[in-house]
């Protein structure tokens, strides 16, 4: 039997990127999938290509488009609201792949980006695990994965992604706190934090950038990202973790 069988994951962000890959492991150990995406077309494609590659049947893969960019005052209040909130709810598994990154320097930054970055980097994840929680309780049964930024939990200064490092390091200590008092009812809540990954949202010119950055002048892949997802996740003994998976990438060589 496989690890996950019998069990409902939500990926949010699940369509592409590490989320796709992370679902993509997902069904390999036998759980059932419940993809959110930005757009039911996408969603549509992603679907029929898992099927295909997995040879699995559509009553594994459910999917789910909810449109998180479209920051505005009544956002949360629409994700209370949604179906989206329903199937967290009911998840026995809980995978957050996404949350936008940006880059610039404290004077240049606007008050929408950092209402922006604050919600989608640190409230939404927030908000996500607020309301999967309770019936996790219920089932005594429960895994979290949340996903810091690179470095967010031994650096205290950023020149150019302070309000994103700063939702990021507030998402660490999230994790932290869910493992120390829900760890009782059966509930494991980790993240993994990466170092600069390829995916298809890069143009060729950021791979090149995030290359010179790296140790090894190699971006991690995602199928890689997704592996060590699967190692948290199958652990009963890890919890709380925050995971580096950036090849000892420092600040300092950069």
């Given at each position: 039997?496989?690890?996950?069988?019998?069990?409902?994951?939500?990926?949010?962000?699940?369509?592409g990127?590490?989320g796709f890959?992370i679902?993509?492991?997902l069904?390999?150990?036998?759980a059932k999938?419940v993809l959110?995406?930005?757009?039911?077309?996408k969603?549509?494609?992603?679907?029929?290509m898992?099927?295909?590659?997995?040879?699995?049947?559509?009553?594994?893969?459910e999917?789910?488009?909810?449109?998180?960019?479209?920051v505005k005052p009544?956002?949360?209040?629409?994700?209370?609201?949604?179906?989206?909130?329903?199937k967290?709810?009911?998840?026995d598994?809980l995978?957050?792949?996404f949350g936008?990154?940006?880059?610039?320097?404290?004077?240049?930054?606007?008050?929408?980006?950092?209402?922006r970055?604050?919600l989608?980097?640190?409230?939404?994840?927030?908000?996500?695990?607020?309301?999967?929680?309770?019936?996790?309780m219920?089932?005594?049964?429960?895994?979290?994965l949340?996903f810091?930024?690179?470095?967010t939990?031994f650096?205290?200064?950023?020149k150019?992604?302070a309000?994103?490092?700063?939702?990021?390091t507030?998402l660490?200590?999230?994790?932290?706190?869910v493992?120390a008092?829900y760890?009782?009812?059966?509930?494991?809540?980790?993240?993994?934090?990466?170092?600069?990954?390829?995916t298809?949202y890069l143009?060729?010119?950021?791979?090149?950038?995030?290359?010179?950055k790296?140790?090894?002048?190699?971006?991690i892949?995602?199928?890689s990202?997704?592996?060590?997802?699967?190692?948290?996740?199958l652990?009963?003994d890890?919890n709380?973790?925050?995971?580096?998976?950036?090849?000892?990438?420092?600040?300092i060589?950069?």
């Amino acid at each position: 039997m496989n690890a996950f069988e019998g069990k409902t994951a939500v990926v949010i962000g699940g369509s592409g990127g590490i989320g796709f890959e992370i679902s993509k492991m997902l069904l390999k150990n036998g759980a059932k999938v419940v993809l959110h995406g930005k757009s039911h077309e996408k969603l549509s494609s992603v679907k029929k290509m898992l099927k295909s590659e997995l040879q699995i049947n559509d009553e594994k893969i459910e999917t789910e488009a909810f449109d998180f960019f479209c920051v505005k005052p009544s956002f949360l209040g629409e994700f209370e609201n949604s179906s989206l909130r329903e199937k967290v709810e009911n998840a026995d598994i809980l995978c957050v792949c996404f949350g936008p990154f940006l880059q610039k320097s404290i004077e240049k930054m606007t008050a929408l980006d950092w209402q922006r970055l604050a919600l989608l980097d640190y409230a939404l994840p927030g908000s996500l695990v607020s309301a999967a929680l309770p019936k996790m309780m219920k089932k005594n049964w429960g895994k979290i994965l949340l996903f810091g930024g690179t470095g967010t939990f031994f650096r205290s200064e950023y020149k150019t992604n302070a309000a994103y490092a700063g939702a990021k390091t507030g998402l660490c200590t999230l994790v932290q706190s869910v493992a120390a008092f829900y760890a009782k009812y059966g509930i494991a809540c980790n993240a993994i934090l990466p170092g600069f990954v390829e995916t298809e949202y890069l143009d060729d010119e950021t791979i090149r950038q995030l290359k010179e950055k790296m140790p090894e002048k190699t971006l991690i892949s995602a199928k890689s990202i997704a592996a060590n997802a699967e190692f948290l996740l199958l652990n009963r003994d890890l919890n709380g973790v925050l995971l580096r998976v950036d090849r000892g990438w420092s600040p300092i060589n950069n």
